[in-house]
């Protein structure tokens, strides 16, 4: 690994801790061999000053078991590096593939978050349930200022009703009083009693008798009790029971008829115009608030129109996946990278090792039979036939 690598990377640089300590090991070791080496030769220059007194065939025997031993220190310490090496190549190998191993799920992993993104399977933002909540709640706000429009429409249209109703048969009372002060003298009620039972002879004039008995019941409720018994006899002809002997009586009443006339007259016109005054007052108001509420469900159609157009656009999700998949894909590519190059790496550490295991067999076949040949060549040097010939010459 490089430093970058291993800066970038725990395992890489685990991998190259280990790499050092190895380096320290196998420096250390041929250090050490060195070392024997240049022992192995004083030694050797001290067994020659040691045994220069000895025969020759002593002074042989010697100098080969001094070099038996010399050569299975090296081998100590060729095995101690070989062993080393070996630890050092299956830890690397077994590190990288378990990395490799991670690094491949991963990107499986990434791979499926970024078709769940793409199919929009996976969302990262609450854009959608806002959105939703927001046209749920301006519905909702739309159907309740609807409902309450159309409730109070038919208040205000039943009131109108009423009003009206009554206008007219205010209207129509007043005519009739109108009508019969306008000449006062005797029989002028009989004539409005005639008149009255002439018009319920025809059905075209109903409606004009239904306004009259509502003039009269707001009579009822408003006037006095005499005023109203009056204005009740008149409207609706009724009359009493004749009494001959009040008949018989002074007339007094004619007096004041016309004035009782006009004084209700004047009570119904003032009624008119505040039942008037009040239905252009509620006109007014019902098209004031028809026009808020044409407004008002303006205003929330816009409202509810540019929602639905961001809940189809979707854009901070669009702008959220957008960036997540970019950085997923970034790391797929970095992971698919650092995988092959970790592959390629543990075919190289795999094939120095296999080589270099060829190469300690055939060292160590080597050493095994520089031994033996120093073996054999000590019983030679120490046997009879050897001592003779040695003897003889």
């Given at each position: ?263 209700i007259q004047n ?76 592959t390629k790496y ?32 000590m019983a030679v ?13």
């Amino acid at each position: 690994c490089s430093t970058g690598e291993a800066l970038a990377s725990p395992l890489c640089a685990d991998s190259c801790a280990i790499c050092r300590l190895h380096a320290m090991k196998f420096f250390s070791a041929a250090a050490h061999l060195g070392l024997l080496a240049l022992t192995s030769a004083t030694s050797l220059e001290s067994s020659f000053a040691a045994i220069a007194g000895l025969s020759p065939v002593t002074r042989v025997v010697e100098l080969l078991n001094g070099l038996a031993v010399q050569v299975e220190q090296e081998s100590k310490v060729e095995e101690d590096l070989f062993d080393t090496f070996i630890c050092w190549a299956k830890s690397i190998i077994g590190q990288k593939t378990k990395s490799n191993a991670a690094g491949e799920a991963r990107s499986d992993e990434l791979r499926t978050y970024i078709d769940d993104l793409d199919n929009g399977r996976i969302e990262l933002t609450s854009e959608r349930s806002d959105l939703e909540k927001q046209i749920e709640t301006v519905t909702g706000d739309m159907e309740v200022a609807a409902e309450l429009r159309n409730k109070e429409t038919a208040e205000f249209e039943d009131a109108k009703a009423e009003m009206q109703q009554a206008i007219y048969a205010l209207a129509s009372a007043i005519d009739v009083l109108g009508a019969a002060t306008a000449a006062h003298k005797e029989g002028v009620l009989l004539t409005v009693h005639a008149s009255v039972d002439a018009d319920d002879a025809f059905a075209s004039r109903q409606a004009q008798s239904q306004r009259l008995a509502a003039a009269a019941a707001l009579g009822e409720k408003l006037l006095t009790k005499g005023d109203a018994r009056f204005l009740s006899r008149l409207l609706t002809g009724e009359v009493p029971v004749t009494d001959w002997k009040k008949l018989n009586r002074k007339a007094t009443f004619k007096m004041d008829y016309k004035a009782r006339s006009f004084k209700i007259q004047n009570v119904l016109s003032k009624l008119q115009q505040t039942f008037q005054a009040n239905l252009d007052e509620a006109t007014k108001k019902e098209t004031d608030a028809k026009a808020l509420f044409d407004k008002l469900m303006t205003a929330k159609g816009d409202e509810k129109g540019s929602a639905q157009s961001a809940l189809a656009v979707m854009e901070k999700e669009g702008g959220a996946k957008g960036m997540s998949k970019e950085d997923s894909q970034d790391e797929v590519a970095s992971l698919t990278t650092q995988v092959n190059e970790d592959t390629k790496y543990i075919a190289e550490v795999q094939k120095t090792l296999d080589a270099k295991k060829g190469e300690w067999k055939s060292r160590t076949e080597l050493r095994a039979g520089e031994l033996a040949a120093i073996s054999q060549a000590m019983a030679v040097l120490h046997s009879d036939d050897a001592r003779d010939t040695f003897k003889k010459s």
